[in-house]
C-alpha cells in the first residue's frame, strides 16, 4: 500500500506538470518530468479504467499507453478478475451486461451498453474469455460478436458451421489476440476442421471480408482432432496452453466415401482436451480418478467437471459430488497427473442460507482467486468460500431473474480488438 501511494504521489505531480506548464514556463525547473521508464512502471499498475482516463491527459502518455510493450505488461500487472453476471439471452434493444467485482472493498455494479449491428432480435451471452466477451448473434447461421468491454471495441465473425472453441493472446507477437474455431463436420480425413483467426489490430479488419482465417494441417502421424468442447465453456488457458472439457467425440475415418462423422461415447481417458498455441498440437488426457470415479457411473457427460486457473497458473479440476466439490491441481508430466488439492462441504458453508426448492441441486464454481473459491448456487446465492480458513461470506443479487443467468470470471484488458 505504502509503495502504490507513492506511486499515485508521483503520478499526480507528473499531472501537474503537464497542467501548470502553460501558465508557468519556470515549472521545467520546479519539477523535472517523470523518466519514461518509471512512469511506465506506475501507469502499468493502474487499473484499466485509469489507463484510460490518464490517456486523455497529453500525447506522449496516450502514446507510452497505446505500445504493445505496455499492454502486455499492464496485463501481467492487473489479473485481478471481476465478475460477470448476465442473462443468457438479451431480447432487449440496450443489450446490457452487468459487471461484479467481488474482491473490492465493496461490491460495485456497472453495464456495459452494446450496440450491435445485427439482425437478430436475440443476442446470447456465449461465455467470456482472456479480456473478451464472446456473444453468439444467430446460432443457426454462426454469427459471433467479440466484445471488449474495457475499450468498447467489438468485431463481427461469420463463422462457418462450427463454433469458436476459445480466445488466447498470439504467442510471439505482443499484444494480439487470436481465435481458434473448430468446424463441425469432419474432413475427408476424418478430422475436425480447425482454423485461427489473428485479429492484428495494427491493420483495419473491423468487417468480415478483411479477416484472415488460416487452417491448420496436419501431420499423417499426428493425433487425430475429433473433439468438441462443453458448449458455452471457456477454455483456460496456462502457460500458452488451452484445455477443455470435451463435450463430444467424433468417430474418424480416412475413407472419402465415408460419412461426415458420427458421434462416440464419452470416455474418461479422452476427457480434457489442451491446445498448445505454440507448437499448434492437440492433445488429450483423463480427467482426475479416471477410469474408477463413481462420479461416471451417472454423469458420463462430466457435466459436473470444470477447469479453471489456480491463481491464474496452473490447472484446476473441480468435480461436483452430491454436496462436495473435489478439487484437483494437474502435475503436469509427472505422476500421478492429478493430485487432490482440497475436498470442500457444500453443505457445511451454505445451509443455513434460505433456497428457493425448484433451483436447490444447480451449484457451479466460477473460480478462485486468493484462495477463496467463487461459488453459483441457483436459489442460494454467489458466495467466496474461503478454502484456508473455512469462512464464507454471501454477495446480494442485483439480477431480477437468477434462473436465466450465468456467471463467469472476466479480466479488463487494454489489448485492441480492431
Known amino acids: 500500500m505504502c509503495i502504490l501511494q507513492t506511486c499515485i504521489s508521483a503520478l499526480w505531480n507528473q499531472l501537474a506538470v503537464y497542467l501548470i506548464r502553460p501558465l508557468t514556463p519556470r515549472i521545467n525547473t520546479l519539477i523535472p518530468p517523470?523518466?519514461?521508464?518509471?512512469?511506465?512502471?506506475?501507469?502499468?499498475?493502474?487499473?484499466?479504467?485509469?489507463?484510460?482516463?490518464?490517456?486523455?491527459?497529453?500525447?506522449?502518455?496516450?502514446?507510452?499507453?497505446?505500445?504493445?510493450e505496455f499492454l502486455e505488461l499492464h496485463l501481467k500487472k492487473n489479473r485481478v478478475p471481476k465478475v460477470i453476471v448476465q442473462q443468457r439471452r438479451i431480447c432487449d434493444s440496450k443489450k446490457e451486461?452487468?459487471?461484479?467485482?467481488?474482491?473490492?472493498?465493496?461490491?460495485?455494479?456497472?453495464?456495459?451498453?452494446?450496440?450491435?449491428?445485427?439482425?437478430?432480435q436475440v443476442l446470447e451471452f456465449f461465455y467470456a474469455c482472456n479480456g473478451l466477451l464472446i456473444f453468439l448473434e444467430d446460432y443457426k447461421l454462426q454469427h459471433y460478436c467479440l466484445v471488449n468491454p474495457t475499450t468498447y471495441q467489438k468485431v463481427r465473425l461469420f463463422t462457418p458451421e462450427g463454433s469458436i472453441y476459445g480466445v488466447f493472446f498470439h504467442p510471439f507477437v505482443k499484444a494480439q489476440y487470436c481465435v481458434l474455431w473448430g468446424g463441425l463436420f469432419l474432413r475427408k480425413d476424418g478430422r475436425l476442421r480447425i482454423?485461427?483467426?489473428?485479429?492484428?489490430?495494427?491493420?483495419?479488419?473491423?468487417?468480415?471480408?478483411?479477416?484472415?482465417?488460416?487452417?491448420?494441417?496436419?501431420?499423417?502421424?499426428?493425433?487425430?482432432?475429433?473433439?468438441?468442447?462443453?458448449?458455452?465453456?471457456?477454455?483456460?488457458?496456462?502457460?500458452?496452453?488451452?484445455?477443455?472439457?470435451?463435450?463430444?467425440?467424433?468417430?474418424?475415418?480416412?475413407?472419402?466415401?465415408?460419412?461426415?462423422?458420427?458421434?462416440?461415447?464419452?470416455?474418461?481417458?479422452e476427457s480434457i482436451m489442451s491446445f498448445n498455441t505454440k507448437t499448434e498440437k492437440f492433445s488429450s488426457m483423463p480427467h482426475p480418478g479416471a477410469p474408477q470415479d463413481q462420479l461416471c457411473k451417472w454423469d458420463r457427460e462430466h457435466t459436473r467437471m470444470h477447469l479453471m486457473n489456480k491463481d491464474d497458473h496452473g490447472l484446476l479440476c473441480i468435480c461436483n459430488i452430491s454436496n462436495t466439490f473435489n478439487i484437483w491441481v494437474l502435475n503436469e508430466n509427472k505422476l500421478p497427473l492429478w493430485i487432490k488439492?482440497?475436498?470442500?462441504?457444500?453443505?457445511?458453508?451454505?445451509?443455513?442460507?434460505?433456497?428457493?426448492?425448484?433451483?436447490?441441486?444447480?451449484?457451479?464454481?466460477?473460480?478462485?482467486?486468493?484462495?477463496?473459491?467463487?461459488?453459483?448456487?441457483?436459489?442460494?446465492?454467489?458466495?467466496?468460500?474461503?478454502?484456508?480458513?473455512?469462512?464464507?461470506?454471501?454477495?446480494?443479487?442485483?439480477?431480477?431473474?437468477?434462473?436465466?443467468?450465468?456467471?463467469?470470471?472476466?479480466?479488463?484488458?487494454?489489448?485492441?480488438?480492431?
Open 34 to 68: 517523470l523518466p519514461d521508464d518509471i512512469l511506465v512502471g506506475i501507469l502499468s499498475i493502474l487499473p484499466a479504467k485509469s489507463v484510460l482516463v490518464c490517456r486523455c491527459v497529453c500525447r506522449s502518455w496516450k502514446a507510452l499507453t497505446s505500445t504493445p
Open 97 to 120: 451486461i452487468s459487471f461484479v467485482d467481488c474482491w473490492g472493498a465493496t461490491e460495485r455494479t456497472s453495464t456495459c451498453k452494446l450496440s450491435v449491428d445485427s439482425g437478430s
Open 195 to 269: 482454423r485461427i483467426l489473428d485479429l492484428d489490430w495494427s491493420k483495419s479488419q473491423s468487417h468480415e471480408e478483411t479477416l484472415n482465417w488460416r487452417e491448420l494441417s496436419y501431420d499423417d502421424d499426428a493425433a487425430s482432432v475429433s473433439y468438441e468442447p462443453k458448449f458455452q465453456s471457456p477454455p483456460v488457458t496456462v502457460d500458452g496452453v488451452l484445455y477443455w472439457m470435451v463435450g463430444h467425440r467424433f468417430a474418424t475415418s480416412r475413407l472419402e466415401s465415408s460419412p461426415p462423422c458420427a458421434r462416440l461415447p464419452d470416455s474418461c481417458e
Open 341 to 418: 488439492w482440497h475436498t470442500v462441504d457444500i453443505y457445511t458453508y451454505v445451509s443455513h442460507y434460505p433456497f428457493h426448492e425448484s433451483t436447490y441441486s444447480v451449484r457451479r464454481p466460477v473460480g478462485i482467486m486468493d484462495g477463496e473459491l467463487l461459488l453459483d448456487c441457483k436459489g442460494r446465492g454467489l458466495f467466496a468460500l474461503d478454502l484456508n480458513h473455512g469462512r464464507v461470506k454471501r454477495f446480494e443479487r442485483r439480477i431480477k431473474n437468477e434462473d436465466d443467468e450465468h456467471i463467469y470470471f472476466h479480466i479488463p484488458s487494454l489489448i485492441p480488438i480492431t
